[in-house]
C-alpha cells in the first residue's frame, strides 16, 4: 500500500509541481489549461516537438499492424532506420537499444569486445573526462565519475579513468597497455553545455589511431540534428569516432536508442555477446524512421543552423544586459546554455514563473534546448520570457 499522503513513487526525483497534460509543437499545457513555451524538450528529447503529426502518424499506423516480435526474428524496420543511419554517418553496423545509458553500455562491450577478439584481452580501460555525463547505470555513472551520482552504490566498475577536461598532457599519460578507448560527448550536456574545440577531436582521433585504441562518442544529447548537422562530430573533418551512442532525439519522445560502429570494430560481437528484449522494437524504429524522415528532408538541417544563429545572438544580448546574472553563453546549435552568477535553479525557476521551460546542467548553467521545429518568433517569446525573469530577479536581488 502506498504511504498516506505521500507518493508511491521512489523519490529519486526532486519533482516540479506542474502537470502536463498535452502538448503540440513547443508548447505545453498544464492540467489547468496553462500554457507554456518549452525550450527542455524532455531534455533534449522532443527534437521535433511535441505531438509531430509525422511521428503521431508513424506510430499509430504501426500499432495497428504489429508492436512487438523480439529480436529472434528479422525486422525489415530496424534493418530500414540502421541503413539510413549508416548512409548519413561513418558507421556500418547499429545495434538498437531503449536508452541512452543502454547504448552507452553496448559501447563499452563493443570496445572490450574488439580488443578481445584481436588478442588484447588486457585492453579494457576507457579513459573519460571530468564533467562527462554517460547515464546511469552502474557501468555509466562509473564512465561518468560524478561522486554525487557514485556514492552510496559500493565500488565503482573498473575499467574507467578520468581526466581534466581538456588537459593534454593528462590524457596522454593516462594511455597505457590497458586502454580499450577513449570516451568523449563532443558537447557536454549535463556537464555544462561545453564543447570539445575542433581541433581536439581531430587530436584524439590521431592519438587514438597512433595508440591503437578507438575513439568513442556519446552523441546521446548533442545528435540527430541539435547542432545543424545531423551529429556534432561531423562538422570537423578527420574526427569520426568508431562507436558511437545516440538515443534522446532519435525517438523524438519514444524510448530508443542506438550504438553504432564501423563495419571493422563492430565484429567483434558476434551471436550472443549482447542481446536486448525490447532494442529495436517495431514501435521505436517506426518513430526513429519518422523522425529521420523530417531531419534529413532537404533544408531542415539549414534552417536548424540558422535558427541557432539567432538564438545564440539573442541569448548573447540577454548575457550583456543581465551581466550580474549570467557570465556568458555556451553550446552550439540549438545546444546552448547560460554559465550564470546567480544560481542557475533559481533562474530555471524564474523562467519557469513567466511559462518558460530550461534545464538546469552542472558548472551553475541553465540548457536550452528547445525542439529543432522552433521558429524565429518563438525565439523571439522566448527572449521575452526571460527578459521579464531576469528584470525581476534583478531588481529582488
Ligand atoms: C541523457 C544522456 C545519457 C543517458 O541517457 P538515458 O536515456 O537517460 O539513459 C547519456 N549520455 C548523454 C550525453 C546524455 O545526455
Known amino acids: 500500500m502506498a504511504p498516506a499522503n505521500s507518493s508511491a513513487l521512489f523519490s529519486a526525483f526532486a519533482r516540479t509541481p506542474i502537470h502536463f497534460e498535452r502538448g503540440e509543437g513547443c508548447r505545453l499545457f498544464t492540467n489547468e489549461g496553462e500554457e507554456y513555451l518549452d525550450f527542455a524538450a524532455g531534455i533534449a528529447v522532443n527534437s521535433l516537438g511535441h505531438s509531430h503529426p509525422h511521428l503521431v502518424n508513424a506510430l499509430k499506423t504501426q500499432a495497428e499492424q504489429l508492436w512487438h516480435?523480439?529480436?529472434?526474428?528479422?525486422?525489415?524496420?530496424?534493418?530500414?532506420?540502421?541503413?539510413?543511419?549508416?548512409?548519413?554517418?561513418f558507421a556500418e553496423r547499429v545495434f538498437f537499444t531503449n536508452s541512452g545509458s543502454e547504448s552507452m553500455e553496448c559501447a563499452f562491450k563493443t570496445a572490450r569486445r574488439w580488443h578481445f577478439e584481436n588478442g588484447n584481452p588486457e585492453r579494457v580501460d576507457i579513459i573519460t573526462f571530468e564533467g562527462a555525463f554517460h547515464g546511469r547505470?552502474?557501468?555509466?555513472?562509473?564512465?561518468?565519475?560524478?561522486?554525487?551520482?557514485?556514492?552510496?552504490?559500493?565500488?565503482?566498475?573498473?575499467?574507467?579513468?578520468?581526466?581534466?577536461?581538456?588537459?593534454?598532457?593528462?590524457?596522454?599519460?593516462?594511455?597505457?597497455?590497458?586502454?580499450?578507448?577513449?570516451?568523449?560527448?563532443?558537447?557536454?550536456?549535463?556537464?555544462?553545455?561545453?564543447?570539445?574545440?575542433?581541433?581536439?577531436?581531430?587530436?584524439?582521433?590521431?592519438?587514438?589511431?597512433?595508440?591503437?585504441?578507438?575513439?568513442?562518442?556519446?552523441?546521446?544529447?548533442?545528435?540527430?540534428g541539435r547542432t545543424g548537422r545531423l551529429f556534432a562530430h561531423q562538422w570537423i573533418e578527420g574526427a569520426e569516432p568508431d562507436i558511437m551512442g545516440i538515443a534522446k532525439g532519435i525517438g523524438g519522445g519514444f524510448p530508443v536508442g542506438a550504438c553504432l560502429a564501423t563495419e571493422r570494430v563492430a565484429s567483434g560481437m558476434q551471436p550472443g555477446s549482447h542481446g536486448t528484449t525490447y532494442g529495436g522494437n517495431p514501435l521505436a524504429m517506426a518513430v526513429g524512421n519518422a523522425v529521420l524522415d523530417v531531419v534529413l528532408k532537404d533544408g531542415f538541417l539549414e534552417d536548424v543552423q540558422e535558427k541557432a544563429i539567432n538564438m545564440r545572438q539573442r541569448l548573447a544580448q540577454l548575457a550583456d544586459t543581465f551581466p550580474d546574472l549570467i557570465e556568458s553563453v555556451r553550446g552550439d546549435g540549438l545546444m546552448q546554455g547560460f554559465k550564470c552568477k546567480a544560481l542557475n535553479t533559481d533562474i530555471v525557476a524564474a523562467f519557469r514563473a513567466e511559462k518558460f521551460l530550461t534545464v538546469p546542467a552542472g558548472d551553475n548553467v541553465v540548457r536550452l534546448i528547445p525542439p529543432l521545429t522552433i521558429d524565429d518568433a518563438d525565439i523571439q517569446e522566448a527572449v521575452a520570457k526571460m527578459e521579464t525573469a531576469l528584470t525581476k530577479l534583478q531588481k529582488a536581488g
Open 69 to 89: 516480435v523480439s529480436n529472434l526474428y528479422e525486422s525489415p524496420q530496424q534493418e530500414s532506420l540502421a541503413n539510413r543511419l549508416c548512409e548519413n554517418s
Open 137 to 224: 547505470t552502474l557501468a555509466a555513472i562509473s564512465a561518468g565519475g560524478n561522486e554525487k551520482y557514485l556514492m552510496g552504490f559500493g565500488e565503482p566498475v573498473s575499467g574507467f579513468k578520468q581526466v581534466p577536461f581538456g588537459d593534454h598532457d593528462a590524457l596522454k599519460a593516462a594511455i597505457d597497455d590497458k586502454t580499450a578507448a577513449i570516451l568523449v560527448e563532443p558537447i557536454q550536456g549535463e556537464g555544462g553545455m561545453r564543447p570539445v574545440p575542433h581541433q581536439c577531436l581531430r587530436g584524439l582521433r590521431e592519438l587514438c589511431d597512433d595508440a591503437g585504441i578507438l575513439l568513442i562518442y556519446d552523441e546521446v544529447q548533442c545528435g540527430i
